[in-house]
Nanobody, 121 residues
């Protein structure tokens, strides 16, 4: 079992920056790929970025956020981060922290409750 809790959301002006945090707890995080998804009103939840917990190097980004968002983690604190720069109104939505099992947790997906990010003037 993996538990996830997001924080750091809020309102920011276009062109601004915001950093989201996700506190991960439980066991066997090394078995998981962790990442971020987001969902805007009236739209489906979409992938944003992911990172392999065991190495912290294998990352993936949605085309819409490449060059603007950076995913990272802190093993000691068991924290996952998403630094968001050059934010636009299209980035508005509820951001969810997610963990997907690869071997031990294969077939399991864990979700945080989500955190609102609003980009507006």
């Amino acid at each position: 079992q993996v538990q996830l809790e997001e924080s750091g959301g809020g309102q920011v002006q276009p062109g601004g920056s915001l950093t989201l945090s996700c506190k991960a707890s439980g066991s066997r995080l090394g078995d998981c790929d962790l990442g971020w998804y987001r969902q805007a009103p009236g739209k489906e939840r979409e992938f944003v970025a992911s990172i392999k917990w065991s190495d912290g190097r294998t990352t993936s980004y949605a085309d819409s956020v490449k060059g603007r968002f950076t995913i990272s983690k802190d093993n000691a604190k068991r924290m996952l981060y998403l630094q968001m720069d050059s934010l636009g109104t299209g980035d508005t939505g509820i951001y969810f922290c997610q963990a997907g099992g690869t071997t031990y947790y294969r077939g399991y997906v864990f979700w945080g409750r989500g955190n609102q990010v609003t980009v507006s003037s």
